[in-house]
């Protein structure tokens, strides 16, 4: 469990989770499940046929079709309504991260 001081610093975390695999996806779960403010998914890469076994939120009709942030966003959004779920697409820059969490 975490404490008050913890909780209230979580709850105005912006988080960027770059990489959509099998890591990157039971991260962007856990994280969302916990509560930040908001959570930026980052994975240009499309969906292959690899990435069916360690992302649980690809579909085989994904396959080729979307990028791997595209095709679960949508289901990472519903598990909490109160978490803004996105996606930034293209290169990180410095500006971009300067609106990141730090902690």
């Given at each position: 469990t975490f404490g008050m001081e913890t909780m209230g610093k979580l709850i105005q975390m912006k988080v960027l989770i770059s990489g959509l695999r099998g890591l990157g996806?039971?991260?962007?779960?856990?994280?969302?499940?916990?509560?930040?403010?908001?959570?930026?998914?980052?994975?240009?890469?499309?969906?292959?046929?690899?990435?069916?076994?360690?992302?649980?939120?690809?579909?085989?009709?994904?396959?080729?079709?979307?990028?791997?942030?595209?095709?679960?966003?949508?289901?990472?959004?519903?598990?909490?309504?109160?978490?803004a779920v996105s996606v930034h697409t293209g290169a990180i820059t410095e500006e971009f991260l300067s609106g990141m969490s730090c902690a």
């Open positions: 996806a039971e991260a962007a779960k856990n994280l969302i499940l916990a509560g930040p403010a908001a959570v930026i998914l980052h994975d240009d890469g499309p969906v292959e046929t690899r990435d069916l076994g360690s992302n649980f939120y690809l579909a085989e009709a994904d396959v080729g079709k979307q990028s791997r942030a595209q095709a679960c966003v949508k289901q990472l959004a519903e598990l909490n309504p109160y978490v």
